[in-house]
């Protein structure tokens, strides 16, 4: 990879972007432009390996906080997957198929997708999650609870509770598949309907559901965590088809 490619660190552009960064307030959202420029140029490919962030600290003139800030920004765009101890690596593909699929697969066909999957979920996170994995099934599900008055804000922590389940699996293929499903999920298409299927007393339902069946993984209830994740999302199938 070409140091003088637009976008890089290295680069003639890239400094002249940095220097502009360092003095700026919005240094951190400066940085997110640059490096999403470089990603989605190809500058940095699929799973390479960004700069750790002490070099993109350096190379922008930047405290390492807000390199930090804009790491989890890109991050929250699906850009790039952050590891601790090994590193951000790049998630974006560039591949129009990928965009092609959310943007032809409709709401109901994402619960009919979830409905075959999920409850796979459900049984392999009783069967795999350890105690550090019940912990951040644990903490996102609190999460999730919280964000009770407003659709947006539950539906960013829906999907990472049911994310949390996936990672319980200990499976990296079943991560790999509900980081797709959670990428239709953030889809306009959905967007458009959160307001009318989100109000507060569905999201209490589904937050009661949550709760049971986080309950039935931690006592490593198999029946009792692939029912009651089937109940959930037959609810939300039919709630969808009622707002269509």
Known sequence: MANSAPGHPGSTASRSAADAARASPGASARIVTLLRRAILDGDYG????????????????????????????LEAMNLVVR?????????YRGHADEEDIAEHTSPLELIEVRLSIEPSVA??????ANAQDIERMHKALLRVEASHEDPESFSRADESFHLALAEGTRNPLMVWLYRHINDVRGHAQWSIRKD??????????????????????????TQGAVAVMTRHLEKARRDLLGVA
């Open 196 to 221: 009318k299927i989100l109000t507060p007393e569905r999201i209490a339902e589904y937050n009661e559901q949550h709760r049971t069946l986080f309950s039935a993984i931690e006592c490593r209830d």
């Open 83 to 91: 590891r601790p101890g090994s590193g951000t690596f790049v998630r």
């Open 123 to 128: 049984r392999l996170a009783v069967m795999h």
């Open 46 to 73: 699929y799973r390479e390996r960004v700069p750790s962030e002490r070099e993109l600290a350096a190379d922008y003139g930047a405290a390492r906080g807000t390199v930090r800030s804009a790491l989890k920004q």
